[in-house]
């Protein structure tokens, strides 16, 4: 497989790498903190978009879920043990940041999503690729 498919999930890695490894005392003081829940949200959609996004080139090399499944599967497995090892990461060595068990769970709903996602995705893609429309 080319490297290129998978960049869109790697520079996203690379920006939720920074953004979970930022200081507390450095997070934008926004209105949008005060919404309720709002951190996971943040969570939930951080991590369905990684899955998605790594899950997304192997709908262009295999052509059904069936063949591609372990490969996703695999995936959100990672992204999870990525989700639980960033906390601890903050947990001890981010200033102002703590471990929280209810985003390690919200974490697993975004990734188990992306799978959710990206099967939907690929049934609305259809087979041949044509995305629904007439390639005659």
């Not at 829940?37 to 899955?51: A, E, P, Q, R, S």
């Not at 200033?95 to 209810?102: N, T």
């Not at 990734?111 to 995705?121: A, N, Y």
């Amino acid at each position: 497989m080319r490297l290129k498919p998978f960049l869109p999930g790697i520079i996203w890695f690379t920006i939720s790498c920074y953004l979970l490894a930022v200081p507390g005392d450095e997070l934008p003081d926004t209105g949008f903190f005060d919404i309720p829940f709002f951190d996971k949200i943040v969570h939930f959609g951080m991590f369905f978009l990684l899955t998605f996004l790594f899950c997304y080139p192997y709908t262009l090399y295999y052509k059904s879920f069936s063949l591609w499944k372990k490969s996703a599967y695999k995936i959100a497995f990672i992204a999870i043990c990525y989700g639980i090892a960033m906390e601890y990461v903050q947990k001890y060595f981010v200033m102002g940041r703590s471990f929280d068990l209810i985003d390690i769970v919200f974490d697993t709903l975004g990734c188990v999503s992306g799978v959710i996602g990206i099967q939907i995705v690929d049934k609305k893609i259809g087979p041949d690729r044509n995305r629904g429309r007439n390639q005659n």
